[in-house]
C-alpha cells in the first residue's frame, strides 16, 4: 500500500470531521475512556489516602483483639504487625526466620501520641522551656499535672523492692518504655540542669582537668572515634537537651538532628542552640527512637550517649539505627549496661541495678555480652567495643556522684560537688520539701529529689564494685550495599 502524504491525511480528516456520526463516535470513545481514568483516579484517592480504617470493627467486642501477620519478620509484614500493635491488638507472628521473629515478639511498642504529650508539655511547664533559670522552673510546676507526672512514673517502684521483683514487673516495665521515660524526664529534668549540666552524662576525667570540660572531651573522643566529618547529616538518638548535639557541631562542622521523646527537652534543646547561633547547624524534632519516622537510609552517622539504655530492646533500638543509617554509615554509642560480673541472683546486686533504673527512668537494664550480640544481630561489623570505665584512671568517672571532695580539679567545680555530697543533697531535701509543705513546690518535688540522690548511690556502688558501666563504647559499621 503506498505510503499517504501529510496532506492526503489533512484533506481525510477534514472529510470525517464534516460527518456527525464519526464525531459523536470518537467523542463518545474519548467520554467513556475519559471516566475510565478518572474513576481509576478516584479508586486509588479512596482506598489509599481517603477510606477511614475498618480496624474499629474488630474492637468493639470486650474481649480482646487479636490479628494473624504472615510475613511478619521484616518489611511490609513487619510494619502492619508494629501498626496493629500501636493500636493495642494481640499479635500472632508468623514468618521463616525464627530469630527475626522472636525479636519483634520481645518488642511492644507503645503507641505515639504527639498532640497529648505537646498538651501535657504545655500543662506541666507552661513558659518555663524558655527560661533558663533550673532551679525557679522546678518551683513553677502545675501542681496537678505534676501529679499526674509523680503518679505514672512512681507506679512502676512503690512496693516493689529488689527482694521480690518478678520477671512480670520488669516486662510491665518495658511495655510502657516511653511514657515511663518521658514521665521520668519531665520530672527530672530541671533537677538535672540545676545539679549537674545540659550534657546528661557521665565522663572519665584528668587531672586539672574542670568538670565541664571533661563532659566536652568525651563528646569529642566519640565524634573521633566514629569519623564523624563536616557537613555530614547526623542524628542524635535521645539528645537531652542538646548538650552533645551543639559540642559535636562546632567540633566537627556536622548537621545534628536531635530526637527526643520528651517535649520539654525539644524546646530547651532548641532554646539553646539559638542562643549560640546554631539553629542552621542543631535542631531538635519529637520521636520515639523505636518507631522512627525518617526514610531509610537518611543519615551519614548516628550517635547516642547514655540514651539507647531507655530501650524495651537492644536489639530493637540498634535495628531501627540501622535502618535509618546510609550504607558504609557510622553508629557510635556509650551504652549504660551492668558488666558480666552482676549477677542477678544475688539480692544486693539486684538492689543496685533496681537502684539505677528507678532513680535514672529504666525500664530493663542488660548485661554487655546482651548488648554486643544485639549490635551483631542488627546487622553492624562492629570496630570498636571498650568499657572506658574499666581503664586505670586516677580519677573514677563516678566522683562527682560520690561527694568526695578530694577530687575537686578546680574551684569552678565546688558548687556542683558540694551539692552532691550527702551534706549538700540533705540540704536539698529539706529545703525543696519546705517549699512544698509551703505550697511554692509542687507536690512530688521532694520525692524525685530524694530518687534522684538513691539512684545516685547506686551508680557510686555500682561504679565502685564493677557491677555496672555508664560508657561502655560501641562503634559500629553499616556494609555498604
Known amino acids: 500500500m503506498p505510503a499517504m502524504s501529510l496532506e492526503a491525511i489533512t484533506n481525510l480528516a477534514r472529510e470525517f470531521a464534516h460527518k456527525p456520526a464519526v464525531v459523536t463516535a470518537f467523542a463518545t470513545l474519548g467520554g467513556i475512556w475519559s471516566a475510565y481514568l478518572l474513576n481509576n483516579i478516584r479508586y486509588f484517592a479512596y482506598h489509599h489516602f481517603l477510606r477511614p480504617t475498618s480496624l474499629g470493627k474488630y474492637k468493639k467486642s470486650p474481649s480482646p483483639a487479636w490479628a494473624l501477620v504472615t510475613g511478619a519478620s521484616d518489611g511490609i509484614g513487619k510494619g502492619f504487625a508494629e501498626e496493629l500493635c500501636s493500636r493495642n491488638f494481640n499479635v500472632v507472628l508468623h514468618g521463616r526466620n525464627k530469630a527475626k521473629l522472636q525479636a519483634m515478639a520481645a518488642i511492644t511498642l507503645e503507641p505515639q501520641d504527639h498532640k497529648r504529650d505537646a498538651d501535657f508539655k504545655q500543662a506541666l511547664h507552661g513558659k518555663t522551656g524558655q527560661d533558663q533559670n533550673s532551679f525557679m522552673n522546678i518551683m513553677r510546676k502545675n501542681k496537678d499535672a505534676q501529679k499526674v507526672a509523680v503518679d505514672e512514673y512512681f507506679k512502676h517502684w512503690d512496693n516493689k523492692g529488689a527482694d521480690d521483683e518478678t520477671s512480670q514487673t520488669r516486662e510491665t516495665r518495658r511495655e510502657e518504655y516511653a511514657t515511663l521515660t518521658r514521665h521520668y524526664y519531665n520530672l527530672a529534668t530541671d533537677f538535672y540542669e540545676y ?287
Open 195 to 481: 545539679g549537674w549540666a545540659q550534657s546528661f552524662h557521665f565522663c572519665r576525667f584528668s587531672k586539672s582537668e574542670a568538670f565541664k570540660q571533661a563532659l566536652a572531651r568525651h563528646e569529642h573522643y566519640l565524634a573521633l572515634k566514629m569519623g564523624i566529618q563536616e557537613g555530614q547529616r547526623v542524628l542524635d538518638v535521645g539528645s537531652g537537651v542538646g548538650g552533645p548535639a551543639r559540642e559535636i557541631a562546632k567540633f566537627t562542622g556536622c548537621n545534628v538532628l536531635g530526637l527526643n521523646n520528651n517535649d520539654y527537652q525539644v524546646e530547651r534543646g532548641t532554646l539553646y542552640a539559638q542562643k549560640e547561633d546554631l539553629s542552621d547547624q542543631v535542631s531538635f524534632t519529637k520521636g520515639d527512637f523505636m518507631q522512627m519516622t525518617f526514610p531509610d537510609n537518611s543519615f551519614d552517622a548516628v550517635y547516642a550517649i547514655e540514651a539507647t539504655v531507655h530501650a524495651p530492646s537492644l536489639e530493637g533500638i540498634y535495628s531501627e539505627i540501622f535502618r535509618v543509617l546510609r550504607p558504609g554509615g557510622v553508629f557510635g554509642a556509650y551504652e549504660w549496661l551492668m558488666t558480666e560480673n552482676y549477677d542477678n541472683d544475688d539480692l544486693r546486686h539486684r538492689a543496685i541495678r533496681l537502684g539505677i533504673e528507678q532513680g535514672n527512668g529504666i525500664s530493663n537494664m542488660e548485661k554487655i555480652s546482651v548488648a554486643l550480640d544485639a549490635m551483631k544481630k542488627a546487622g553492624f561489623v562492629l570496630e570498636i567495643s571498650e568499657d572506658l570505665a574499666d581503664r586505670n584512671d586516677e580519677l573514677p568517672w563516678y566522683w562527682p556522684l560520690s561527694g568526695d571532695l578530694r577530687y575537686t580539679q578546680s574551684l569552678w567545680d565546688l558548687p556542683t560537688l558540694i551539692r552532691m555530697t550527702h551534706v549538700g543533697r540533705g540540704l536539698a531535701h529539706g529545703i525543696v520539701g519546705a517549699l512544698e509543705m509551703i505550697g511554692f513546690a509542687p507536690k512530688g518535688s521532694r520525692k524525685t529529689a530524694d530518687l534522684l540522690a538513691e539512684g545516685a548511690d547506686c551508680l557510686v556502688a555500682g561504679g565502685k564494685e564493677k557491677l555496672f558501666t555508664p560508657m561502655y563504647l560501641m562503634v559500629g559499621r553499616k556494609p555498604e550495599a
